[in-house]
C-alpha cells in the first residue's frame, strides 16, 4: 500500500490498474505549497489498485495506492 507523506493536490498520476512497475519509477505527483512532488516506487511490483483520481485533495496519510510486490 502506498500513502500520502504530504498533503496537497493530486495532478497526475502516471500509472495504471495491472501496470508492473520497476524501482524508482514515478507513480504519482502531489502539488504541495505550489511544489510539485513525484511519488516513486521502493520497489519492483504491481499497481492493484488506485484510490484517487487527478484533482483531488489529499492529506497525509491517505491512501493512494494498492501494489503488491515481488509478485
Known amino acids: 500500500m502506498i500513502y500520502s507523506e ?16 520497476e524501482e524508482d519509477t514515478d507513480l504519482l505527483v502531489i ?3 505550489k511544489m510539485h512532488i513525484p511519488i516513486t516506487a521502493k520497489k519492483r ?7 484517487i ?3 483531488d485533495l489529499i492529506s ?5 495506492l494498492e501494489v503488491v510486490y515481488d509478485f
Not at 45 to 51: A, E, L, N, Y
Not at 60 to 64: A, M, V, W
Open 45 to 51: 511490483g504491481k499497481i492493484i489498485d488506485i484510490f
Open 53 to 55: 483520481k487527478e484533482g
Open 60 to 64: 497525509e496519510g491517505d491512501k493512494l
Open 31 to 33: 502539488e504541495c505549497m
Open 6 to 21: 504530504v498533503s496537497g493536490t493530486l495532478i497526475k498520476i502516471l500509472v495504471s490498474k495491472n501496470q508492473i512497475i
